[in-house]
Protein backbone atom coordinates (compact mmCIF):
# COMPACT_ATOMS: atom_id res chain seq x y z
CA UNK A 1 0.00 0.00 0.00
CA UNK A 2 1.50 3.24 -1.36
CA UNK A 3 1.45 5.76 1.74
CA UNK A 4 2.15 9.46 1.36
CA UNK A 5 1.62 11.65 3.92
CA UNK A 6 2.79 15.00 5.62
CA UNK A 7 2.28 17.60 8.17
CA UNK A 8 4.09 20.67 8.95
CA UNK A 9 3.49 22.23 12.72
CA UNK A 10 5.04 25.74 13.11
CA UNK A 11 6.05 27.36 16.47
CA UNK A 12 6.48 30.29 18.28
CA UNK A 13 9.19 29.83 20.05
CA UNK A 14 13.09 30.52 18.85
CA UNK A 15 12.37 32.82 15.52
CA UNK A 16 9.17 30.49 14.72
CA UNK A 17 10.76 27.06 13.82
CA UNK A 18 8.78 24.99 11.52
CA UNK A 19 8.69 21.11 11.56
CA UNK A 20 7.56 18.45 8.58
CA UNK A 21 7.01 15.28 9.72
CA UNK A 22 6.90 12.81 6.22
CA UNK A 23 5.88 9.14 5.83
CA UNK A 24 6.51 9.07 1.92
CA UNK A 25 6.47 5.72 -0.25
CA UNK A 26 6.47 7.52 -3.41
CA UNK A 27 6.37 10.93 -3.21
CA UNK A 28 9.06 13.01 -5.00
CA UNK A 29 10.48 16.38 -4.27
CA UNK A 30 11.51 18.84 -7.04
CA UNK A 31 14.56 20.69 -7.34
CA UNK A 32 14.20 24.03 -4.70
CA UNK A 33 15.88 25.70 -1.75
CA UNK A 34 14.83 27.24 1.42
CA UNK A 35 15.43 30.49 3.03
CA UNK A 36 16.15 28.46 6.37
CA UNK A 37 18.58 26.05 7.47
CA UNK A 38 16.78 22.38 6.87
CA UNK A 39 18.30 20.35 9.64
CA UNK A 40 16.02 16.53 10.20
CA UNK A 41 16.76 13.17 10.85
CA UNK A 42 15.32 10.31 8.92
CA UNK A 43 13.25 7.17 11.24
CA UNK A 44 12.60 4.95 8.94
CA UNK A 45 14.10 3.79 5.56
CA UNK A 46 16.96 5.84 2.86
CA UNK A 47 16.11 9.37 1.30
CA UNK A 48 18.51 11.13 -1.11
CA UNK A 49 18.51 14.89 -1.34
CA UNK A 50 20.34 15.60 -4.41
CA UNK A 51 19.44 17.47 -7.05
CA UNK A 52 20.46 15.35 -9.63
CA UNK A 53 19.40 11.74 -8.06
CA UNK A 54 23.12 11.11 -8.33
CA UNK A 55 23.21 9.14 -4.79
CA UNK A 56 25.40 12.19 -3.22
CA UNK A 57 23.07 13.11 -0.44
CA UNK A 58 21.44 9.82 0.61
CA UNK A 59 20.49 9.75 4.07
CA UNK A 60 20.23 6.51 6.23
CA UNK A 61 17.59 5.56 8.67
CA UNK A 62 18.97 7.15 11.98
CA UNK A 63 21.26 9.55 10.35
CA UNK A 64 21.30 13.63 10.59
CA UNK A 65 20.82 16.00 7.69
CA UNK A 66 21.87 19.71 7.74
CA UNK A 67 21.01 21.67 4.52
CA UNK A 68 22.33 25.20 4.41
CA UNK A 69 19.74 28.65 3.65
CA UNK A 70 19.89 29.09 -0.52
CA UNK A 71 21.23 24.93 -1.02
CA UNK A 72 19.72 23.74 -4.00
CA UNK A 73 18.66 20.41 -3.01
CA UNK A 74 15.60 17.68 -4.18
CA UNK A 75 14.01 14.47 -2.49
CA UNK A 76 13.27 11.07 -3.12
CA UNK A 77 12.47 7.80 -1.52
CA UNK A 78 15.18 4.77 -2.65
CA UNK A 79 12.78 2.46 -3.25
CA UNK A 80 11.67 -0.25 -2.33
CA UNK A 81 12.06 1.46 0.99
CA UNK A 82 9.07 3.34 3.08
CA UNK A 83 10.63 6.37 4.31
CA UNK A 84 9.87 8.15 7.45
CA UNK A 85 11.81 11.28 7.98
CA UNK A 86 11.63 14.77 10.14
CA UNK A 87 12.73 17.93 9.37
CA UNK A 88 12.69 21.19 11.33
CA UNK A 89 12.69 24.83 9.15
CA UNK A 90 15.38 27.04 11.47
CA UNK A 91 16.02 30.63 10.79
CA UNK A 92 19.18 31.70 9.85
CA UNK A 93 19.77 34.46 12.76
CA UNK A 94 18.70 31.64 15.22
CA UNK A 95 21.11 29.17 14.78
CA UNK A 96 23.80 32.43 14.37
CA UNK A 97 22.51 33.57 17.62
CA UNK A 98 22.77 29.80 19.17
CA UNK A 99 26.78 29.59 17.94
CA UNK A 100 27.27 33.40 19.26
CA UNK A 101 26.30 32.56 22.69
CA UNK A 102 29.23 29.89 22.34
CA UNK A 103 31.84 33.02 21.02
CA UNK A 104 31.91 30.78 17.80
CA UNK A 105 30.63 31.24 14.05
CA UNK A 106 27.90 29.24 11.84
CA UNK A 107 30.89 26.89 9.97
CA UNK A 108 30.68 26.61 5.87
CA UNK A 109 28.65 24.03 5.39
CA UNK A 110 26.45 23.34 2.11
CA UNK A 111 24.52 19.62 2.46
CA UNK A 112 26.22 17.39 4.94
CA UNK A 113 25.16 14.15 6.35
CA UNK A 114 26.57 12.68 9.78
CA UNK A 115 25.89 10.11 12.44
CA UNK A 116 24.95 11.29 15.91
CA UNK A 117 22.16 9.01 17.81
CA UNK A 118 21.65 11.52 20.24
CA UNK A 119 20.71 13.97 18.02
CA UNK A 120 18.98 11.95 15.47
CA UNK A 121 17.16 10.69 19.06
CA UNK A 122 16.52 13.69 20.16
CA UNK A 123 15.00 15.40 16.99
CA UNK A 124 12.49 12.49 16.35
CA UNK A 125 11.54 13.26 20.16
CA UNK A 126 10.78 16.95 19.79
CA UNK A 127 8.75 15.97 16.42
CA UNK A 128 6.65 13.67 18.00
CA UNK A 129 6.03 16.55 20.86
CA UNK A 130 5.03 19.37 18.45
CA UNK A 131 2.69 16.60 16.75
CA UNK A 132 0.85 15.63 20.38
CA UNK A 133 -1.41 18.42 21.48
CA UNK A 134 -1.23 17.04 24.98
CA UNK A 135 2.06 17.71 25.48
CA UNK A 136 3.43 21.68 27.21
CA UNK A 137 4.89 24.00 25.18
CA UNK A 138 7.37 23.81 28.32
CA UNK A 139 8.56 20.55 26.79
CA UNK A 140 8.56 21.32 23.74
CA UNK A 141 11.03 24.68 24.23
CA UNK A 142 13.48 22.22 26.15
CA UNK A 143 13.61 19.55 24.21
CA UNK A 144 13.94 21.92 21.10
CA UNK A 145 17.07 24.01 23.14
CA UNK A 146 18.71 20.75 23.80
CA UNK A 147 18.61 19.68 19.73
CA UNK A 148 20.02 22.93 19.08
CA UNK A 149 22.59 22.75 21.64
CA UNK A 150 23.53 19.36 19.71
CA UNK A 151 23.70 20.82 16.30
CA UNK A 152 25.75 23.67 17.62
CA UNK A 153 27.96 20.86 18.81
CA UNK A 154 28.20 18.43 16.26
CA UNK A 155 28.10 21.43 13.62
CA UNK A 156 30.89 22.64 15.22
CA UNK A 157 33.11 19.52 14.80
CA UNK A 158 32.49 19.83 11.01
CA UNK A 159 35.18 21.08 8.50
CA UNK A 160 33.78 21.55 5.29
CA UNK A 161 35.89 21.84 1.83
CA UNK A 162 34.26 24.10 -0.19
CA UNK A 163 34.77 23.44 -4.06
CA UNK A 164 36.34 26.08 -6.50
CA UNK A 165 34.66 29.62 -6.59
CA UNK A 166 33.42 30.15 -10.22
CA UNK A 167 35.05 32.59 -12.20
CA UNK A 168 34.67 35.99 -11.19
CA UNK A 169 33.39 37.52 -14.50
CA UNK A 170 30.61 35.28 -15.01
CA UNK A 171 29.70 35.12 -11.05
CA UNK A 172 28.97 38.92 -11.36
CA UNK A 173 26.69 38.55 -14.57
CA UNK A 174 24.95 36.13 -13.14
CA UNK A 175 24.29 37.51 -9.72
CA UNK A 176 22.79 40.83 -11.51
CA UNK A 177 20.30 38.46 -13.22
CA UNK A 178 19.51 36.39 -9.86
CA UNK A 179 19.36 40.04 -8.03
CA UNK A 180 16.68 40.74 -10.83
CA UNK A 181 14.68 37.60 -10.13
CA UNK A 182 14.56 38.46 -6.58
CA UNK A 183 13.35 42.02 -7.08
CA UNK A 184 10.89 40.98 -10.05
CA UNK A 185 9.37 37.66 -9.10
CA UNK A 186 5.96 38.97 -9.34
CA UNK A 187 6.21 40.22 -13.07
CA UNK A 188 6.00 38.34 -16.32
CA UNK A 189 9.66 37.47 -16.77
CA UNK A 190 10.90 36.41 -20.47
CA UNK A 191 14.29 34.76 -20.58
CA UNK A 192 15.36 37.74 -23.05
CA UNK A 193 14.59 40.26 -20.49
CA UNK A 194 16.49 38.81 -17.94
CA UNK A 195 19.69 37.98 -20.48
CA UNK A 196 20.12 41.32 -21.56
CA UNK A 197 19.76 42.58 -18.09
CA UNK A 198 22.82 40.42 -17.70
CA UNK A 199 24.52 41.17 -20.47
CA UNK A 200 25.05 37.99 -21.80
CA UNK A 201 23.74 35.20 -24.06
CA UNK A 202 20.46 33.36 -23.27
CA UNK A 203 22.33 29.97 -23.73
CA UNK A 204 25.73 31.29 -22.15
CA UNK A 205 23.28 32.67 -18.84
CA UNK A 206 21.02 29.30 -18.40
CA UNK A 207 24.46 27.33 -18.41
CA UNK A 208 26.10 29.45 -15.91
CA UNK A 209 23.22 30.24 -13.57
CA UNK A 210 22.88 26.53 -13.55
CA UNK A 211 26.40 25.46 -12.74
CA UNK A 212 26.74 28.45 -10.25
CA UNK A 213 23.49 28.17 -8.27
CA UNK A 214 23.24 24.26 -9.12
CA UNK A 215 19.57 25.57 -10.72
CA UNK A 216 18.04 26.60 -13.21
CA UNK A 217 16.57 30.10 -13.98
CA UNK A 218 13.25 29.13 -14.23
CA UNK A 219 13.34 27.03 -11.41
CA UNK A 220 15.13 29.76 -9.51
CA UNK A 221 12.17 31.69 -9.98
CA UNK A 222 9.73 29.50 -9.42
CA UNK A 223 11.09 28.71 -6.05
CA UNK A 224 11.11 32.43 -5.00
CA UNK A 225 7.53 32.79 -6.24
CA UNK A 226 6.72 29.81 -3.59
CA UNK A 227 8.44 30.69 -0.94
CA UNK A 228 6.69 34.42 -0.85
CA UNK A 229 3.49 32.01 -1.09
CA UNK A 230 4.44 30.73 2.02
CA UNK A 231 4.89 33.79 3.30
CA UNK A 232 1.60 34.76 2.44
CA UNK A 233 -0.15 31.81 3.75
CA UNK A 234 1.21 32.42 7.23
CA UNK A 235 -0.38 35.78 6.85
CA UNK A 236 -3.67 34.48 6.34
CA UNK A 237 -3.92 35.93 2.61
CA UNK A 238 -6.30 33.79 0.34
CA UNK A 239 -5.19 31.07 -2.01
CA UNK A 240 -6.10 32.93 -5.33
CA UNK A 241 -4.87 36.13 -4.11
CA UNK A 242 -1.54 34.90 -3.23
CA UNK A 243 -1.59 32.90 -6.86
CA UNK A 244 -1.86 36.36 -8.85
CA UNK A 245 0.14 38.06 -6.24
CA UNK A 246 3.06 35.50 -6.89
CA UNK A 247 2.95 35.31 -10.72
CA UNK A 248 1.01 31.86 -10.90
CA UNK A 249 -1.24 31.55 -13.74
CA UNK A 250 -3.68 30.23 -11.59
CA UNK A 251 -4.92 28.58 -8.00
CA UNK A 252 -4.42 25.15 -8.83
CA UNK A 253 -0.67 26.15 -10.57
CA UNK A 254 0.40 27.42 -7.67
CA UNK A 255 -1.17 24.19 -5.15
CA UNK A 256 0.69 21.77 -7.82
CA UNK A 257 4.56 23.36 -7.29
CA UNK A 258 3.54 24.44 -3.97
CA UNK A 259 2.52 20.60 -3.13
CA UNK A 260 5.73 19.24 -4.96
CA UNK A 261 8.18 21.66 -3.18
CA UNK A 262 6.92 21.78 0.54
CA UNK A 263 4.77 18.09 0.20
CA UNK A 264 1.80 19.57 1.92
CA UNK A 265 -1.15 21.75 -0.01
CA UNK A 266 -1.45 25.70 0.19
CA UNK A 267 -4.32 25.19 2.19
CA UNK A 268 -3.38 22.74 4.56
CA UNK A 269 -0.33 24.84 5.64
CA UNK A 270 -2.31 27.96 5.40
CA UNK A 271 -4.46 25.78 8.20
CA UNK A 272 -1.70 25.91 10.58
CA UNK A 273 -1.54 29.50 11.00
CA UNK A 274 -5.76 29.57 11.96
Known amino acids: MLTN ?14 VLIADFTNH ?19 HDNSP ?3 GNGIVNSG ?17 PNRCKYVMFYIQDAELRKAFEHLDQRVPSVSNLTFESPELHQELAHCAMQLADPSTT ?4 EVSWARCLALIVEQLSLTVV ?8 EDFKKVAIARDYLDNHYYEMITLDQLAQEANLSKFHLCREFSRIFNISPNKYLR ?13 GYPVAEIATTCGFSDQSHLGRHFKAV ?6 KYADEFK
Do not use: C, M
Open 161 to 168: INSLPPRI
Open 137 to 140: LFDT
Open 5 to 18: SAYIYTTSFFGGVE
Open 28 to 46: QFDAHWHDTWSIGTVVSGA
Open 63 to 79: QVTVIAPGEVHAGRVLS
Open 223 to 235: QLRLIKAKQLLSD
Open 262 to 267: FGVSPK
Open 52 to 54: RAT
